[in-house]
């Protein structure tokens, strides 16, 4: 049984080594900037709802993503663990969090901040070239997630559920220390 939520900036790396974690646990992965995504892909009315907010880098309005998460996290598939990726993205979504898992009878057992310096992470995302991933936009988000998401760095720790891994690694070296957290 493992629950993990992954923290971290944008271009930090969270998407591609929960993937791998949720792989390796055979976990659900859970990413909300994935399901957004696919809202949007499909025109979804939550999809042309989040659209605008997703091109400008700013968050989707948590009204737009709570239910969403709540609803997942219902799903049969995640009984055996689940692995967050891009929720909670601020404090209101991690007490709404806290309080889903309390009525749900779950615990989250680690928060996984990956990382990584500011530099690295622009020339990362500008290499990925995603459709929020110009240089403008990238400034928002990385904006948004000092404003917004790394207050949940704080809020976690004190309740030492924070790991802290140097996402600035080699890919492999990111996982094997992901893999010792979940002492795979
Ligand atoms: P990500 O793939 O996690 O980088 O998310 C891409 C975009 O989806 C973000 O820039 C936000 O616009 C939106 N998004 C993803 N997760 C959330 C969330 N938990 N709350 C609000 N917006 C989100």
């Not at 025109?43 to 997942?72: N, Y």
């Not at 680690?110 to 310096?117: A, E, F, T």
């Not at 530099?119 to 990238?138: C, F, H, P, Q, S």
């Amino acid at each position: 049984m493992t629950r993990l939520i992954f923290l971290g900036p944008p271009g930090a790396g969270k998407g591609t080594q929960a993937q791998i974690l949720a792989q390796l646990l055979q976990l659900p992965h859970i990413s909300t900037g994935d399901i957004l995504r696919s809202a949007v892909a499909q025109q979804t009315h939550l999809g042309v709802k989040a659209q605008s907010f997703m091109d400008q880098g700013e968050l989707v309005p948590d009204q737009l993503i709570l239910d969403l998460v709540q609803e997942r996290l219902s799903d049969e598939d995640v009984i055996p663990g689940w692995i967050l990726d891009g929720f909670p993205r601020n404090v209101s979504q991690a007490i709404f969090l806290d309080e889903l898992l309390l009525a749900i009878n779950q615990r989250c057992d680690n928060v996984i901040n990956l990382d990584v310096p500011d530099e690295v992470l622009v020339t990362r995302l500008l290499a990925r070239g995603r459709k929020d991933d110009n240089e403008e936009v990238i400034r928002r988000r990385l904006a948004v997630y000092r404003e917004q998401t790394a207050p949940l760095i704080d809020f976690y720790r004190t309740r030492q559920q924070l790991v802290s891994i140097d996402g600035n690694m080699p890919l492999d070296a990111v996982t094997e220390a992901l893999k010792d957290v979940v002492a795979l």
